[in-house]
């Protein structure tokens, strides 16, 4: 009898000690290969995004014929959301470094939802003046990233809505109760907005296929957490007549206080960096976070520490190893005990805190032309 | 012990032998009284409508806040709908000919939701092309009743749906799945469309307030069978904000197969005039039509016949009877045994006939004007 896993990955809940292999068998998708990674470096002419290289992004549905179709001259579109609760942290930049990057490789459109009616609906916390708040902020921030304007088109659920309803009301009779209760484990008191939303997460899948007239495939760069919610748009994509969506699936980034995953619901603000943190929270959260250290600078100088389970690692991993060297060095440095965490800290502090000053730059920017990329109308009548 | 109710009336399935008092009791609403159709006569200027005084509106929930504070200063507003699943026959006609007449005689705006979303999501038989295409036909038949253009205002869900979602977005958040599984009976195979669709319907209850600023209180004339939809609505309003929508009953009208109500769900097209009916088709239907009379000539002129149960007496009762005189004469007639059904039948021909030609053409004039009713922009951002 196989062992229970003691883990959890749901669109609603993280925790554990993941095995990602184990994840990838339990939700059947497939491993991004040394064969698929090729096929990208031929595409993007010759490099590889370093959340490729470095494993963040291990898992797949149906990649192949994206790539082997825009090969063969075929045009995608890359899609992925944020759902508006809050300001963003590190971690969530994950999907939208990958799409902002494709995009300039390959000149791909690239759809961003904001799902300010979802934030509302799964949070009773929260007001609507406050999930339209952050949607707009947290769309600042993934547009600084460096999309494309001219490619670049946002959904913005509560504005975007005469777009995307006709799409949604056909998605939705293809969708019944027991289906989003199995999924998403709704329960009776679970509000009709948050059961009827999954139709409108579907809708960028099609919607480009839908206004053009011609079947174009969807590649959706997302946390293997939101797995589940495109299982149901890939169940219903061709009784619709569109192409199932493709995904790339990402590891979780293990939060700073040493959990799972960068949430931050619960109330542990402590646990990500955010992107509005000032530089003394960020100074203080770096300073706090939890390590593969060991107890004394003795032991560690003589044993090492152990890169895998450091969320300061997760911060190198992700974003803030400058080159391909300085990753490896960081790692074989913590491997090998010559590299201290409170070394290690100070040195990722300091690409943290550039990064934070060139991104306000930057997202100062977007701002004249952010609301611009929301789309309001739909593209025919039906 | 009593004994169990012969008779089911719910939004989806109207059947038996209705017991209207019993009902009011099952779900718990008011009489209209004498008092309340006195105060209503003082209100519209000397007058009431026949489908009051004939006691198809019979039931109501807090109509008098209402209508006193109308006589008060205090505007309301009128609101009906129709799901779009074909043509309208007469008896969809109740809600809006006394809507018309309340319009015409108080000045008051009328909102008139088009669910051609929620027929879509109801009836897996029809496309999307079918209830939009329906809805649009349905609309022209009931303006041509003669509401006022200035003051009619539409609400066709897939063309308002961004005047529409807004405040949708608030409601929905505001229902349990559970609500609406124990009012409508929803299965686990009940589509998600379907699920949220009451969140839609609750909106135009609200929406004059929303886009006023100030508290407005509404009517709804309906079928007695749509009751339980407004339940829904009044127990979230005041949470909302806003005031509880009244209600005004009507019993349903006979079908002319004999049946409970004049639904054609099930493929029952000889149940019902409907208004783009052929008149060839007119007289086969009438010609046909269940009657209280009796087997033979002689026992009905001996007897008499029983006009409360007799589809046709339906029609004379709810619009074909010019004046209280003819409809006095004509139930006095049946119950005497002088007026025999073929004869009636021939009397009431002309006047269908006469209607049908009639509502042909203002159904022509409004085609110009029809299209500019409807709401397709929020009032406000949120």
């Known amino acids: 009898m196989p062992e229970p896993d003691d883990f959890v990955v749901t669109p609603y809940e993280v925790r554990g000690h993941i095995d990602y292999a184990r994840l990838r068998e339990l939700f059947g998708t497939q491993e991004l290969s040394a064969e698929l990674l090729a096929k990208f470096h031929h595409l993007t002419g010759g490099d590889l995004h370093p959340l490729l290289t470095r494993g963040v992004y291990y898992s797949h549905r149906d990649l192949a014929p994206v790539l082997d179709g825009f090969a063969n001259g075929k045009p995608f579109f890359l899609y992925s959301g944020r ?19 494709l995009q300039r490789r390959l000149g791909v459109p690239m759809y961003i939802q904001i799902t300010d009616d979802e934030k509302f609906w799964a949070r009773s916390g929260l007001t609507r003046e406050e999930t339209v708040f952050w949607g707009l902020e947290n769309l600042y921030d993934i547009l600084a990233l460096g999309f494309d304007p001219k490619r670049t088109h946002v959904f913005f659920d509560s504005r975007s809505i005469a777009a995307l309803y006709p799409l949604a009301v056909r998605v939705a009779r293809k969708v019944p109760y027991s289906t989003v209760k199995a999924v998403f484990g709704f329960e009776p008191s679970t509000n009709i907005g948050l059961v009827f939303y999954t139709a409108l997460q579907s809708v960028p899948c099609f919607w480009p296929s839908w206004a053009e007239g011609r079947s174009i495939p969807c590649l959706i760069p997302c946390g293997i957490d939101q797995d589940p919610h495109f299982r149901v748009t890939r169940d219903i994509a061709e009784g619709l007549g569109y192409p199932k969506p493709s995904l790339l699936h990402s590891q979780m980034i293990p939060g700073l206080l040493g959990e799972a995953a960068m949430s931050t619901s619960g109330d542990r603000p402590d646990n990500a960096l955010f992107l509005n943190d000032p530089p003394e929270a960020v100074d203080r959260k770096v300073r706090n976070a939890f390590t593969g250290g060991r107890s004394t600078v003795e032991e560690q100088r003589r044993l090492g520490a152990t890169p895998e389970v450091c969320s300061v690692w997760g911060l190198w991993r992700t974003r803030f190893a400058e080159s391909e060297e300085k990753f490896r060095e960081v790692t074989a440095g913590c491997r090998s005990g010559a590299l201290l965490c409170g070394e290690c800290k100070s040195q990722v502090l300091e690409r943290v805190h550039e990064f934070y000053r060139r991104h306000a730059e930057a997202r100062e920017k977007v701002k004249s032309w952010a609301e611009s990329t929301i789309v309001t109308a739909a593209p025919k009548a039906l």
Request: with cysteine.
């Open 83 to 101: 759902g508006p609760s809050g300001p963003l942290h590190t971690s969530h930049l994950v999907p939208f470094d990958l799409c902002q990057w």
